[in-house]
């Protein structure tokens, strides 16, 4: 199995980053890695990801990490790099290697002062790897410091520094950066390919694995979720009765705060296994034993990791709340389509009697405007509404049609 083969769909892509990969290893096992990079190398600095959501862009970039790092002795034989199997693979794709570093988003910027010592350590050659790798989930949360600082990165990078930016679209990063990097677009798996991979590497059954593959529209992280995760498909059954709960106006703040308490719980249940595990490693690191008195003058450390874990506990939140406004749309788009009478085939196969009976008690004018208010939710999400506030609005909107 090689670090290609849970990339669904990205035939080409990968097929581009292997031969990347192929002259990169040529390229360090040459012993030329105080020299520039050939010319004629398919191998650069800096990539960019992009592509829509659940096509891999972050899966993406890692296996190819893990194909730099790949320490394969078959690589002298003539294999690929990217066994899937070395240290250097199996170490890149679980995220532990020491020169493969990546740089998330705690809220809904990434800030400054998580970028600095990443830059500062993307200038050092790499501990025991082949290559000191940087890879920056959502590169398009980087904000102005934080741009600027892996700009100038990106721009004179230390000879075996490779930078992997994933963002949703290219537009998304700033220009003085994607500017600098090669880009890689991916697409949305087809539901074919995102079921047999469901089937191949996940051992569902064929018929289920159709049909997460199919409510997901090609989402293989939503579609491998749904697949092996039943508190997950109890949720999004939850979130497909939503618009047969908005009957009144007391019915439809109701839905609203289930739906927000649901999110929330989902957070505080993230936070509290990441967040014990953070202290507690961070006590370790200043000295301070399990239970002990900590150093003087570390307070505003510690005060420090709880507005980072405070703020990805609000992002967590919200994307909880992403997921169930996808799956509400893609509900009346079922609708939409009914009332259409068109061929595209139904997403919620499992809901269809509910889709029929949506299609029969409205009109395509009022499915739009429901879309819409789902659009809006997401909107006021964006701009740091309050939860509730966002959704009682979609949910109000949604009974008035």
């Known amino acids: 199995m090689t670090v290609w083969d849970d990339l669904v769909g990205q035939e080409r892509v990968s097929e581009r980053l292997a031969g990347a990969a192929r002259d ?36 993406t970039a890692r296996a190819f990490a893990a194909a730099l790092q790949c320490v394969s002795p078959d690589r002298a ?4 790099p990217g066994c899937g199997f070395c240290d250097g693979c199996h170490t890149a794709l679980i995220g532990t290697h020491a020169d493969v570093n990546t740089v998330v988003a705690m809220g809904a910027e990434i800030l400054y002062k998580h970028m600095k010592e990443t830059v500062r ?11 000191q790798i940087i890879l920056v989930e959502e590169a398009e949360r980087l904000n102005e410091k934080s741009g600027n600082a892996v700009l100038k990165a990106v721009e004179e990078p230390a000879p ?21 990097c090669r880009h890689l677009n991916l697409s949305t798996p087809s539901v074919a390919a995102v079921a047999d991979m469901l089937v191949r590497r996940e051992g569902i059954e064929p018929d289920v694995a159709a049909a997460v593959a199919r409510a997901t529209q090609g989402d293989v992280d939503r579609a491998r979720r749904l697949a ?3 508190a997950a498909r109890a949720r999004r059954a939850a979130v497909l009765k939503l618009p047969l709960r908005v009957e009144d106006i007391g019915s439809a703040l109701k839905a609203a705060q289930e739906l927000v308490d649901v999110a929330a719980e989902d957070a505080k249940q993230l936070a509290e296994e990441m967040d014990a595990k953070e202290t507690e490693e961070l006590r370790e690191a200043l000295g301070a034993a399990q239970g002990g008195r900590l150093p003087r003058g570390t307070a505003g450390v510690f005060k420090d990791l709880e507005a980072d ?3 990805r506990k609000t992002r967590t939140q919200r994307n909880t709340l992403d997921i169930a406004l996808s799956d509400l749309t893609s509900f009346y788009r079922d609708v939409l389509a009914l009332q259409l009478g068109s061929r595209v085939a139904i997403a919620n196969g499992d809901a269809e009697d509910v889709l029929e009976r949506m299609a029969r008690g409205g009109s395509p004018e009022s499915t739009l ?5 789902i659009a809006a939710c997401g909107r006021a999400l964006d701009r740091n509404v309050a939860p509730l506030l966002a959704v009682e609005a979609m949910t109000m909107a949604l009974r008035a049609g």
């Open 369 to 373: 405007r429901r879309i819409e208010a």
């Open 160 to 180: 075996r520094t490779v930078w992997l930016l994933c963002a949703p679209s290219i537009e998304d990063v700033l220009p003085t950066i994607r500017s600098r």
């Open 121 to 131: 350590k993307s200038f050092t050659s790499p501990a025991n790897g082949r290559w």
């Open 24 to 59: 990169a290893d040529a390229f360090v096992t040459a012993a030329a890695a105080d020299g520039p990079l050939p010319e004629t190398s398919s191998m650069t600095h800096a990539w960019l990801f992009t592509g829509p959501p659940g096509a891999g862009v972050t899966q």
């Open 309 to 311: 874990q405070k703020r």
């Open 228 to 230: 092996t995760d039943p």
């Open 77 to 80: 034989l003539g294999g690929a």
